[in-house]
């Protein structure tokens, strides 16, 4: 079993970097394969991801907060 849950943790690093964006889904994903592999080369980018979905995040509840106060 320990082999499985280390190629599913490795596996969710490359489809989060590139997909992910949810923040706490990266973030999770980071940290599992942190756990796994603290020097792992995806680490960095994938702290960038989640840092990104963050922003991108807030700027969109800051959109529609306005459109739904233009909107009243």
Request: charged content about 30%.
């Amino acid at each position: 079993m320990l082999e499985l849950e280390r190629a599913l943790v490795i596996g969710r690093a490359p489809y989060e970097r590139w997909l992910g964006t949810e923040p706490h889904e990266i973030a999770a994903a980071a940290a599992a394969l942190r756990e796994l592999e603290p020097q792992h080369a995806l680490l960095c980018e994938l702290e960038t991801r989640a840092r990104r979905a963050r922003q991108l995040k807030r700027f969109l509840e800051i959109a529609v907060a306005a459109v739904a106060r233009s909107a009243a």
